[in-house]
């Protein structure tokens, strides 16, 4: 039995089987690369859905990371430190907004939202007690939470897990007739990922962001933009929501937030939407905390430069190019933006993805038929290059 095996097996045994990973024991990564228990090299083509935009071990972020480990950790929002004030000041610029929330998890960020929407509905809208309501998308993905996967559309990810929390409808994605109809007096917030992920990165139709943005604002309603996967570089942009020039009364930020070190999330809004909380009325004990801050902040700085997004936007029109020319015998359809693809194959993804790795590639497929490629904005276009050709490789089986 090899280390690896072995290391699997207690995972197998104790943990819960909530998740279904490649055969593979990571125990080092920088860059693009992982190496595994046994040395063996493998380039991430997946960056922890989007959490490790900025790469492995990325040494402006590991360094924020070290210095304030030996300055302080954690206070609580009980006391400020010195660390959240620019945190916050520096992310509400970055979204050209007034006011920051943070939490930890993406789906903390997603029920705060939620919590906002409905609080605003009522205290600034005007919503009869309780009757809010907040539409989100078929194939939607928001995190995991009870409330969220109540309006989730996928068996797997809902079944078992009600009773569901109601004040939430459901409209097709992409298709601006049925949000416009779904729409009433006391709807307070649309919920809406630019670029569906988990659903196999799927792009609306161009212009559908905008025909969204000015609905919501016709009819009073919240546009909240979940971007914590679309968000900080991913498509070649800061916010996905650039690509239509739209912007959201209320952004999702998580994943990239934490610089692949901490988790971190926040909601980013104007004052007239993030003002309605008062003390006591919600909060996180780990939210906002120094390291998190400190690393955020880093990430922050980090994409003030849009180093990361031009090299989002130039390597991913070329990820594109080579996926595009791909014969239509071995790929279905590709989707994408960026250094991000959807690739929708005529067969079942996981063999794929179990040869894929077999040839040093980690790729993950998502639903039973698309392989998603991710690979951290710090890939080098000849690892790109090389990615690619052991993903063709892998096709052709
Ligand atoms: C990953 C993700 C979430 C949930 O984030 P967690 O940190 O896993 O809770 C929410 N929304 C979108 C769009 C995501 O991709």
């Not at 302080?72 to 006011?99: I, N, Q, W, Y």
């Not at 990165?201 to 943005?213: M, N, Y």
């Not at 700085?301 to 991913?316: M, P, V, W, Y």
Request: hydrophobic fraction near 40%; charged fraction near 25%; aromatic fraction near 6%.
């Amino acid at each position: 039995m090899t280390r690896s095996d072995e290391l699997r097996a207690l995972s197998e045994e104790h943990s819960a089987h909530n998740y279904h990973p490649l055969p593979i024991v990571i125990a080092e990564a920088r860059g693009a690369w992982v190496t595994d228990v046994e040395g063996n090299r493998y380039l991430d083509m997946l960056s922890a859905y989007s959490a490790v935009n900025f790469g492995h071990a990325n040494e402006r972020l590991t360094a924020a990371a070290k210095r304030q480990l030996d300055r302080v950790t954690l206070v609580s929002r009980a006391f400020d430190h010195d660390e959240f004030g620019p945190f916050a000041a520096e992310l509400a610029e970055l979204c050209g907004k007034d006011m920051v929330l943070p939490m930890n998890s993406g789906a903390e960020g997603v029920e705060t939202a939620l919590k906002t929407a409905r609080k605003w509905g009522y205290e600034v809208k005007g919503v009869p007690d309780g009757q809010a309501n907040i539409i989100t998308f078929e194939h939607n993905f928001h995190g995991r939470t009870t409330t969220i996967v109540s309006f989730s559309t996928d068996p797997v990810a809902k079944l078992s897990y009600g009773p569901y929390t109601p004040g939430f409808r459901t409209v097709p994605y992409g298709e601006i007739g049925p949000l416009a109809q779904a729409i009433d007096e006391n709807t307070v917030g649309v919920l809406i990922e630019p670029i569906q992920g988990e659903a196999g990165v799927i792009v609306p139709p161009e212009g559908f962001l905008r025909q969204v943005r000015d609905l919501c604002t016709e009819r009073g309603v919240l546009m909240i933009a979940d971007e914590i996967q679309t968000g900080l570089g991913r498509t070649g942009a800061t916010f996905a929501c650039e690509h239509e020039d739209v912007v959201p009364d209320v952004y999702i930020l998580g994943k990239a937030l934490g610089g692949g070190i901490v988790p971190v999330s926040a909601v980013v809004a104007d004052r007239d939407v993030l003002g309605v909380f008062q003390p006591g009325q919600h909060g996180s004990t780990f939210g906002g905390n120094p390291l998190a801050c400190a690393v955020a902040r880093e990430v922050i700085a980090i994409l003030k430069t849009g180093e990361f997004q031009e090299r989002s936007r130039e390597l991913g029109a070329h990820l594109h190019e080579r996926l595009g020319a791909l014969p239509g015998d071995l790929v279905r359809q590709v989707r994408g933006r960026g250094l991000w693809a959807g690739v929708e194959l005529h067969s079942l993804a996981r063999p794929v993805s179990e040869r894929l790795k077999d040839l040093g590639v980690l790729a993950k497929e998502t639903h039973e038929t698309t392989i998603r490629l991710a690979p951290p904005l710090v890939i080098s276009r000849e690892d790109l290059d090389w990615a690619l050709d052991q993903f063709e490789a892998a096709l052709k089986g």
